[in-house]
Each structure stands twice: as C-alpha cells, then as structure tokens.
C-alpha cells in the first residue's frame, strides 16, 4: 500500500487539511501555535525548526536541527547521550566505574561533534520526555522517513520513544528498513489497563500515600479549579523538580506553555492545594490508550516526610485506574514505581543514517553497540 506524505513549514501552515479526528484537533491545537510563533516562545531551552508531516488521517511533528548543542534532550542527541548521562553517572553509587565512564563519555562527546551527530530529524516530536505515538503502522512510520531522507539528504532521521512491548510492529519495520536501534532510557509501566495491577503489598502502598491527602489536609483541583494567577506556581513546580533536583536539560517550560496546556486542554492538568496554595502539580495526555505525565512537580522544600509526591504519584495511578489507560511512567524513581506495580522496560531510538557518510554514522554505530552490550546490561543489573 503506498502511503501519500504530505510536509509543511510555518509557510505553508495554511493548506493543511487538518484531519477531523479527535487526535486531529489535539494535534492542531498543541502545534500549530509553536509552528506559527517558534518552539523557544513556549519552551525555553529548545531551538528548532518545527515542522508537519500529514499521512493518512495523521499528523505528525517533526523538528530538524543542525547543531544547537545547548538544547533539552528531546532535540539534541548529544545532550541526551553525553551531557545528561554524564550528570547521571552518580545515580550507580561506584566512584570508579563513575570516573571510567566519566571519560569515556568526554571522548565519545568530542567525536560525536565532530560526526555532526545533532544534524538530525526527530519524528513524532512533541518536546516532551516522552512521545507517545498515534494508532501507527509501521508501513506508515517508513513512509515518513523515506519522505524525510528525500527532503533532507544530510540529516539523520531519528525515531524516539520506542519500546519493544508497546511498539512491535514499528521496531522490525524500522529495523527491516535500515534504521539502528539505539536504547536511549529504562521506563516503567503500570498496567492498569489490565485489571488488577502489582501485589498485595503494591496495592497497599498505594491506599497509604493517598490517604496521606487527608492526612495533611490538601485536596486534589483540575484545570477549571486553577487559575491564570496559578500558572507561574505551576512553572515553580515543575522546576524545583525536574530543573534543579534532575537535570536544566530536561525541557524548561515556560509560563505560555502551561497556559495554553490549561486553555486548550493539550495536557490534563491537576493538582494538591491547601490553604489556598498548590503545592503540587501534574498534567497528563492520552494517546491511543496510553497515558503519560510530561509535567509533575511539587515544592521540595516542604519536608520529604509530608508525601507530596507520593501524594501526587497516587493520585495519577487511581486517574490511570479508573480511565483503563495503560501509564507510561517514563524514567526515574525506579524502585518506588517498582515497589507499586510497574514494569520495567528499555525505550529505543530508531535511528536512519543509511544515506550518510561513514563519517557520519560511526556514532550511531558506536552507540547501538556500547549500549546494547554494556548499558542495558548494567542499567538491568542496578534497577535503574
């Protein structure tokens, strides 16, 4: 079957046949204003262009970039394997395996700018931590990245948020079609769709944070409970967790992302308040049965025995449970997710390079194979 791609530009923004779908409309009202004003209005660490594929009755994002070394992870390879992983080596609790690898992330680094390994396009791209895709076939998925070898010759096609239990069918016609799978992060999967979800014990745990709500008198709001006087609370929020706890390449959104998260609906957004406060903050978004929470956060430096995230961690697992959605928990807090029922698995980056010079591609072969051989393995045997 021959599958038409269609690619547009800000320019071009205007003859796109918008499908009349549910993920239609969402897709439109979460793009088309980064599209029409540029990803760094709404995202402050993110440079790229931004870009449309339509087949099908689908709309994707795509973001090309050349170089753009400073930017989130989420548009910058280099980001993601060196200078994160590098921030993340402390995580093993083994000085010298740290200061090994240390080194050898340096030396990875400098020749992977030398390789241009940040000339690439992103597929699916939503500048979130985790892309979740459309009801997609994987003849579908290789239409899209031949069209975008066609446009851009000199660029890697890089296809992220993959895993083999929730995207089979678009691994091995990715994999049949030339690309790298290249394992970018361990994530966790709570199964709520599946009914009856962790042990006795998980389940436990579960009741006992979200009793911890009346316990310390804060009371779960939506959306329509919040207002335009909350959102810099909200960006706060996010940032006294994911900034500055984690890592300043995690994506840095910015008040005029939230606020037309909380105007559109683009992401479900909740939270815990007292006293006329919010003191915690997530927001989720549902895709082809599956949900994730790009946006969580809470005021650290309100004492770790009151339970906000476990709080807020128990509130987004009963909104899983009671919607049927299975939840993409992304990475992270490994063994707290572990010990209330979810599941690990490896997330991959697809990667097309075939049409490349050798000068370029050694990095991705480097990758696929160092990580394959070396950091699963380890990523497995420390649970992380």
């Given at each position: ?17 918008w ?7 969402y ?12 990803s ?44 994160y ?72 096609i ?56 009346d ?48 105007q ?121």
């Amino acid at each position: 079957m021959n599958h038409r791609v269609c690619i547009y530009d800000e320019a071009s923004l205007g003859r796109i046949d918008w499908p009349k779908t549910e993920e239609g409309r969402y897709a439109r009202a979460y793009l088309e204003p980064l599209l029409r004003e540029g990803s760094e209005r709404y995202v402050n660490n993110i440079a790229t262009t931004l870009l449309l594929a339509r087949i099908d009755e689908l709309v994707l994002p795509l973001t090309v970039n050349e170089g753009e070394y400073g930017n989130s992870y989420v548009c910058s390879p280099f980001t993601h394997y060196i200078r994160y992983a590098k921030q993340e080596l402390s995580l093993l609790k083994r000085p010298l395996l740290e200061k090994g690898l240390s080194i050898l992330l340096d030396a990875l680094g400098y020749g992977m700018k030398k390789s241009q390994i940040n000339r690439v396009v992103h597929v699916n791209n939503w500048l979130l931590s985790t892309n979740l895709f459309p009801a997609m076939s994987g003849e579908q998925v290789v239409a899209v990245v031949n069209a975008i070898k066609e446009r851009y010759p000199d660029h890697a096609i890089i296809v992220r948020s993959l895993s083999s239990s929730l995207h089979p069918e678009m691994l091995e016609a990715l994999r049949a079609n030339g690309c790298k799978l290249v394992p970018s992060r361990q994530i966790y999967l709570y199964r709520s769709h599946e009914g009856e979800t962790g042990n006795s014990k998980a389940r436990w745990l579960l009741k006992r944070d979200y009793g911890l709500l009346d316990k310390h008198g804060y009371t779960l709001v939506s959306a329509e409970e919040m207002t335009d006087g909350d959102i810099p609370r909200i960006v706060l929020l996010y940032n006294l967790l994911y900034l500055d706890k984690y890592s300043r390449d995690n994506p840095q959104f910015n008040e005029k992302f939230i606020r037309l998260a909380k105007q559109n609906g683009t992401l479900s957004l909740y939270g815990l308040r007292k006293d006329g406060r919010l003191d915690a903050v997530m927001g989720f978004f549902r895709r082809n049965g599956i949900m994730t929470t790009p946006l969580f956060g809470y005021d650290t430096t309100i004492p770790q025995s009151t339970g906000l995230y476990r709080m807020l961690s128990a509130c987004l697992l009963r909104e899983a449970w009671g919607s049927g959605f299975l939840l993409h928990e992304s990475a992270g807090a490994a063994q707290f997710k572990r010990n209330r029922g979810a599941v690990a698995d490896f997330e991959y980056s697809a990667v097309y390079d075939r049409h490349l010079p050798f000068g370029r591609r050694w990095c991705w072969s480097l990758l696929e194979l160092l990580l394959n051989r070396i950091g699963v393995p380890l990523m497995r045997k420390l649970k992380l």
